[in-house]
């Protein structure tokens, strides 16, 4: 069972792409294994199951940490709801609003 990912609007696809060289590199890589084998069979370290059907890619390189809040719809697409390169320890209540709005939109 093959995933596709799909993003919630062109500015969001274009702050990822905006990111470092190591960072983007490392986002890709994982984005082909989760469009293979899914999200569930990828797991930690690479990506977590937040509250409420939210989902976070977990992505670290030489250039810093990265992470991209997603949801999953019917028929096996992801959707990347935002994106952010992390400048604390914890991840940003503001973010994880954000993906929370954006998610409910992508579910109605």
Not at 22 to 37: D, H, M, N, Q, R
């Amino acid at each position: 069972m093959s995933w596709k990912i799909e993003f919630y609007n062109k500015k969001v696809e274009s702050n990822l792409r905006n990111w470092p060289a190591p960072l983007l590199a490392k986002f890709i890589w994982i984005s082909e294994i989760i469009e293979t084998f899914g999200p569930a069979d990828v797991g930690m370290p690479h990506v977590k199951p937040m509250k409420k059907g939210l989902f976070e890619i977990r992505v670290k390189a030489s250039t810093g940490i990265g992470r991209v809040l997603f949801c999953l719809t019917k028929n096996n697409v992801i959707v990347i709801l935002n994106e952010f390169i992390k400048k604390s320890q914890k991840t940003p209540l503001a973010e994880i609003e954000l993906a929370k709005k954006r998610m409910a939109e992508v579910k109605k």
